[in-house]
């Protein structure tokens, strides 16, 4: 036996030390850990505290039998396996013991070989309702998933990757491959281009396509969250674990699991994930019992990856380790040719989708849509047309205005004067504070080529600050 296996716990409840000490010396060895006792009372309160793979416990005690003992404590969800020793034959006690759930009984004398063949038999038995166990609960939480993911059934069509521009096709020649090759990958794009869309494509063409896919939502795992839900707790490891429960990653094993906006991770808990990649183990939250995972990796992110290294949102090691290969999705502006075939599938779509009448795209409509910078990319496309299917009319709702060009914006005609480090504006027009503040945005924007991280940095912002001012200014 290795240091590195668990050794079997075993319980010996008897108050005749002669026949505890024979017991301890049959079982004396690098395979098992001892606890003995001799008191019933103590008997209880450890049995109750602990969890043993075995308790070994003698039919009459001081006090308490041993079967009421096992009485007391068998309805405590543990999967401790009990066996019975007595020297007498008493048909009640036998009865009981069976109504109550003991696992075994053995009569004295008896020997040290049926000992330790009864011993193996119960270990077997307990394996093998660790393992139900543990298939239960994956079930349970693949269905949880499943469950998220059926009120989304009617995206079957939505799910569709819909185009043929030379940047699109390669994309999705790129990700037939990773399918096929079962590649760890990381999928990089604007917000809105269809990362997860793209992940569910790669499941739908590749090997594990008849197994789990199961996506994580990166930005709302807070330290306290993540490893208990990505590699799930047995119960009691912490307050209101009443249950154990699969973590994602497990209930993933065998399939696919899609980090979705990777970088969003704190950098502190990368480190715990990369482990994982590494070993291919997991080890639930209060347990010491390591789990193989066979799991294909797909994340996203939308940050530039190099950019993402060098400002501490991703660990380069991990980076490695996620990115066998990398596809960037373009966005939608530089696939101005998909328009049409995008047009007409959406509007499509959400007319059967919504009962309405397929009347054709208009032409002013289809030149509207060409007119427009798409800056939300697929998903506000996507929304576009289904507020068009449903309401037949194009309200500033539903399409921000055209964006800038990628010339430097000419600064806004305010009259103004300097005070410290503000502008004040002579007139107090709250108008001509938005209009220096998006002049300011654009500025920094052009001043970086489009790159929002570094814009951001420039204008004191978070990342997120930014992209909350630019869907406002819209």
Same mark, same amino acid.
């Given at each position: 036996?290795?240091?590195?296996?668990?050794?079997?716990?075993?319980?010996?409840? +008897?108050?005749?030390?002669?026949?505890?000490?024979?017991?301890?010396?049959?079982?004396?060895?690098?395979?098992?850990?001892?606890?003995?006792?001799?008191?019933?009372?103590?008997?209880?309160?450890?049995?109750?505290?602990?969890?043993?793979?075995?308790?070994?416990?003698?039919?009459?005690?001081?006090?308490?039998?041993?079967?009421?003992?096992?009485?007391?404590?068998? &309805?405590?969800?543990?999967?401790?396996?009990?066996?019975?020793?007595?020297?007498?034959?008493?048909?009640?006690?036998?009865?009981?013991?069976?109504?109550?759930?003991?696992?075994?009984?053995?009569?004295?004398?008896?020997?040290?070989?049926?000992?330790?063949?009864?011993?193996?038999?119960?270990?077997?038995?307990?394996?093998?309702?660790?393992?139900?166990?543990?298939?239960?609960?994956?079930?349970?939480?693949?269905?949880?998933?499943?469950?998220?993911?059926?009120?989304?059934?009617?995206?079957?069509?939505?799910?569709?990757?819909?185009?043929?521009?030379?940047?699109?096709?390669?994309?999705?020649?790129?990700?037939?491959?990773?399918?096929?090759?079962?590649?760890?990958?990381?999928?990089?794009?604007?917000?809105?281009?269809?990362?997860?869309?793209?992940?569910?494509?790669?499941?739908?063409? &590749?090997?594990?396509?008849?197994?789990?896919?199961?996506?994580?939502?990166?930005?709302?795992?807070?330290?306290?969250?993540?490893?208990?839900?990505?590699?799930?707790?047995?119960?009691?490891?912490?307050?209101?674990?009443?249950?154990?429960?699969?973590? *994602?990653?497990?209930?993933?094993?065998? &399939?696919?699991?899609?980090?979705?906006?990777?970088?969003?991770?704190?950098?502190?808990?990368?480190?715990?994930?990369?482990?994982?990649?590494?070993?291919?183990?997991?080890?639930?939250?209060?347990?010491?019992?390591?789990?193989?995972?066979?799991?294909?990796?797909?994340?996203?992110?939308?940050?530039?990856?190099?950019?993402?290294?060098?400002?501490?949102?991703?660990?380069?090691?991990?980076?490695?380790?996620?990115?066998?290969?990398?596809?960037?999705?373009?966005?939608?502006?530089?696939?101005? +040719?998909? *328009?049409?075939?995008?047009?007409?599938?959406?509007?499509?779509?959400?007319?059967?989708?919504?009962?309405?009448?397929?009347?054709?795209?208009?032409?002013?409509?289809?030149?509207?849509?060409?007119?427009?910078?798409?800056? &939300?990319?697929?998903?506000?496309?996507?929304?576009?047309?289904?507020?068009?299917?449903?309401?037949?009319?194009?309200?500033?709702?539903?399409?921000?205005?055209?964006?800038?060009?990628?010339?430097?914006?000419?600064?806004?005609?305010?009259?103004?004067?300097?005070?410290?480090?503000?502008?004040?504006?002579?007139?107090?027009?709250?108008?001509?504070?938005?209009?220096?503040?998006?002049?300011?945005?654009?500025?920094? *924007?052009?001043?970086?080529?489009?790159?929002?991280?570094?814009?951001?940095?420039?204008?004191?912002?978070?990342?997120?600050?930014?992209?909350?001012?630019?869907?406002?200014?819209?």
């Amino acid at each position: 036996m290795t240091n590195m296996e668990k050794k079997i716990t075993v319980f010996i409840v +008897d108050d005749d030390e002669f026949s505890l000490e024979n017991i301890s010396l049959s079982l004396s060895s690098d395979k098992y850990e001892i606890t003995q006792t001799g008191s019933s009372e103590e008997a209880l309160s450890l049995l109750q505290k602990n969890d043993y793979d075995i308790a070994i416990l003698d039919l009459k005690l001081q006090g308490m039998s041993g079967l009421d003992i096992i009485e007391k404590v068998k &309805g405590n969800n543990k999967l401790t396996k009990y066996l019975l020793i007595t020297g007498y034959s008493e048909e009640e006690a036998f009865i009981k013991a069976t109504r109550i759930g003991v696992n075994d009984i053995l009569k004295k004398p008896y020997e040290e070989f049926k000992l330790h063949s009864t011993l193996e038999k119960l270990l077997h038995l307990k394996k093998l309702e660790e393992e139900n166990l543990a298939y239960k609960e994956k079930l349970q939480k693949e269905n949880e998933i499943l469950k998220d993911q059926l009120d989304k059934s009617f995206e079957d069509g939505q799910n569709s990757m819909i185009g043929n521009s030379p940047l699109f096709k390669s994309a999705l020649d790129k990700a037939e491959s990773v399918a096929k090759y079962s590649l760890n990958t990381l999928i990089c794009g604007e917000t809105g281009t269809g990362k997860e869309l793209l992940a569910r494509f790669i499941q739908r063409k &590749g090997t594990r396509k008849n197994e789990a896919f199961v996506p994580v939502n990166c930005a709302a795992l807070s330290e306290p969250l993540f490893e208990s839900e990505l590699f799930g707790y047995e119960k009691g490891a912490f307050t209101n674990a009443l249950q154990s429960h699969a973590g *994602l990653f497990e209930v993933a094993n065998g &399939g696919i699991i899609f980090l979705d906006e990777i970088t969003e991770i704190p950098i502190s808990l990368q480190a715990k994930l990369l482990r994982v990649l590494e070993d291919k183990k997991i080890k639930r939250v209060g347990s010491t019992k390591e789990i193989e995972i066979d799991v294909q990796i797909l994340c996203s992110s939308n940050r530039d990856t190099s950019e993402a290294i060098s400002e501490g949102f991703l660990r380069e090691d991990l980076y490695h380790r996620i990115a066998q290969t990398e596809i960037v999705l373009p966005p939608l502006r530089e696939r101005m +040719d998909d *328009l049409d075939l995008l047009s007409t599938h959406f509007y499509s779509l959400y007319c059967r989708m919504f009962d309405k009448e397929n009347k054709g795209i208009p032409e002013e409509i289809t030149e509207y849509i060409k007119n427009q910078s798409w800056e &939300g990319n697929i998903r506000q496309f996507s929304n576009f047309m289904k507020n068009y299917s449903i309401f037949g009319t194009i309200t500033r709702y539903n399409v921000p205005q055209t964006k800038p060009t990628n010339r430097v914006a000419e600064a806004p005609k305010v009259d103004t004067k300097i005070e410290g480090n503000s502008f004040e504006f002579e007139n107090g027009s709250f108008n001509e504070l938005e209009i220096a503040k998006q002049w300011l945005i654009e500025k920094a *924007l052009n001043k970086f080529n489009g790159n929002k991280t570094l814009a951001a940095k420039h204008l004191g912002v978070s990342y997120q600050g930014l992209a909350y001012l630019l869907k406002n200014n819209n």
